[in-house]
Nanobody, 122 residues
Framework: QVQLVESGGGLVQAGGSLRLSCAASGRTFSSYFMAWFRQAPGKERERVAVITWSGSTYYADSAKGRFTISRDNAKNTVYLQMNSLKPEDTAVYYC????????????????WGQGTQVTVSS
């Protein structure tokens, strides 16, 4: 069982930055694929970034060059550094974990945090 708790969301102006954190419980954190998803009102949940147990990273096209996912296995924490934020980045951001293949499908992730709101004003 893994419990995930996100933090770091808030209100920021366009062009600004935020760093989201996701603290995980459990002693096998390092063996999980960790991902950040987001869901804007009226839209489907989409995967923003994922990091493998070995540190390989993959990004949605909308996040490439602006967002960076990282993990600290000693602290059981995964981060999402978001720079050059745009109003269209406004969404609830969720941390998710899976021990299986890290697809883009939300249903393939076993564990989820409660979400943290990110609002980018123009």
């Amino acid at each position: 069982q893994v419990q995930l708790v996100e933090s770091g969301g808030g209100l920021v102006q366009a062009g600004g930055s935020l760093r989201l954190s996701c603290a995980a419980s459990g002693r096998t954190f390092s063996s999980y694929f960790m991902a950040w998803f987001r869901q804007a009102p009226g839209k489907e949940r989409e995967r923003v970034a994922v990091i493998t147990w070995s540190g390989s990273t993959y990004y949605a096209d909308s996040a490439k060059g602006r967002f960076t996912i990282s993990r600290d296995n000693a602290k059981n924490t995964v981060y999402l550094q978001m720079n050059s934020l745009k109003p269209e980045d406004t969404a609830v951001y969720y941390c998710a974990a899976t021990k299986n293949i890290a697809t883009t499908r939300p249903g393939d992730y076993e564990y989820w945090g409660q979400g943290t709101q990110v609002t980018v004003s123009s």
